[in-house]
């Protein structure tokens, strides 16, 4: 079943390479979205796709690159909007 998730994740993750890591993860698994920074340090994930796919990249985004210290990963489950080609990088 395919699902939509809006993830927000904490800590040092800006400068690290996590959304590129995100991505590499999103790519892997089939996932469309993308992955931007926010104002406030934190990165914003949307990802749409099967929903086992979609909670296997949020157990990747908890743990994020070697470099990533993340603190916090809310996640809000949302109805697919089919609005995506691929998984990019913002």
């Known amino acids: 079943m395919k699902t939509r998730a809006v993830i927000v994740v904490q800590g040092l993750v800006q400068g690290v390479g996590y959304r590129y890591y995100v991505h590499r993860s999103a790519t892997t698994l089939g996932l469309k979205g993308f992955a931007e920074n926010l104002a406030n340090g934190d990165v914003k994930i949307v990802v749409e796709g099967e929903r086992g796919m979609v909670e296997e990249l949020i157990k990747t985004a908890r743990i994020g690159p070697r470099a990533a210290q993340v603190t916090s990963v ?4 949302e109805t697919p909007e089919d609005e995506f080609t691929g998984f990019s990088v913002q």
């Open 74 to 77: 809310r996640v809000t489950w």
